[in-house]
């Protein structure tokens, strides 16, 4: 097998897959109460539609906003609204959730059977809009606006690199739910007017590689493209470098070159969706590291505190030094298990000492490491030191925003200087300037 990579920069790391990469994915039990933020994607946050004391049904759409990039959130079990407040996120942060005691009937909303054949790309779009769909690798971008846009689209291409160490749960989606991934990337082409669909896998995943690959030999337009193993090969711009060899230029969107990236887990809910009439409250979350009795991949509700999915894997084994939400080169640190697992929560990791890097911010020695391994052709080394001394504008001309925070500099530096963290707030600072900037000429 012939496999296709990335040009510039990447590394192999060690990927520690094995705990959970062979086990099939287990379904949780709802818990006694889910905690459902108003938040839990890259846009407007939703207005309640619900109030203290109100029923709701499993799947009932529950807060929504009138702006164009949000996403509508569901309720995720039957039962009583018992309240409206701001609940503390894993990472600490604040935002509005409503919280449902769960009836324990999971008394679903009607729901409606559909066929993409019968639907335009019109009424997919507001369909995906409807049903609460994001992107559930990381980012939350709510889809029905990734796949609105104005320029023309020939190809969609489906993600299934999943090159963060540890997680898994898209591995076993492709591997269980091959044909709802299928029939989610052709309701995307559809959407879009796309006549090509492309599956990207890393080669750690042949028995997903060789399962899709039967899967769509029936189908003209599909293919599944195998992927080197090279870490950030799901970022978007290498990702679609890699599996069909277009290149995203600096500033620039996937669009531009004709290309729609959709993670494995938002086509296989798509598909749900449209199919079922299923709307996005529950997910796979990967659960894994040292610190965990039993690893594994759990299908889980929104807004289950992510304590009780703990417990459901056997419990914590020992002291992690970390808790990490989604993979350990891009997940934030948990500070709060009692938070809920939210739509763009993929993996849950308890990590030892030695399963972690921490920044010392050791003096550069100037070994250039960094800038060989960024795949984006960055500075990592002097984006850094602008960014720590809030140098922002000069670090713009140095495309610090084409950053995708892959944190590959950190990884591979031999100072470990935190390179990614200064990298992260220098973009932070810079669009700050930028709107302030804008602001003071509207004035
Ligand atoms: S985090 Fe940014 S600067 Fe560092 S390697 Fe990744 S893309 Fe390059
Ligand atoms: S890898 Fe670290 S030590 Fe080497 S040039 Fe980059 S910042 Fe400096």
Redesign the pocket.
Known sequence: MLAKTFSRGGRHIPHHKGATNSKSIVEMPAPKKVIIPLQQHIGAPCDPLVKVGDKVKLGQKIGESLHFITSPVHASVSGEVISIAHEKLLDGCQVLSIVIANDGLDDPIASKHRAISKLSAKQIRKIIKDLGMVGLGGAGFPTHVKISSAKPIDTVVINGAECEPYLTCDHRLMVEKGEELVYGLKTLMKAVGASRGVIGIEVNKLDAIAGLQEIVRSHEALEVVALQIRYPQGAEKQLIKAAVDREVLSGCLPSEVGCLVSNVHTAVSIAQGIRDGISLYQRVVTVSGRHIHDPRNVMVRIGTPIQALLDFCGGINGTPAVVVGGGPMTGPAVVNLEAPVVKNLSGVLLLGEDEIAQDEN??????????D?CPMGLT??IL??LSSRDEVVKAEKLHIMDCVECAL??Y??????G?VSWIKQGKKSLVVAKSAEQQGEAN
């Open positions: 050791l003096p550069c020695i100037r070994c250039a490491r960094c800038v391994a990592p080394n850094g030191l500099c950190s591979v530096c031999p100072s470990r200087r390179l």
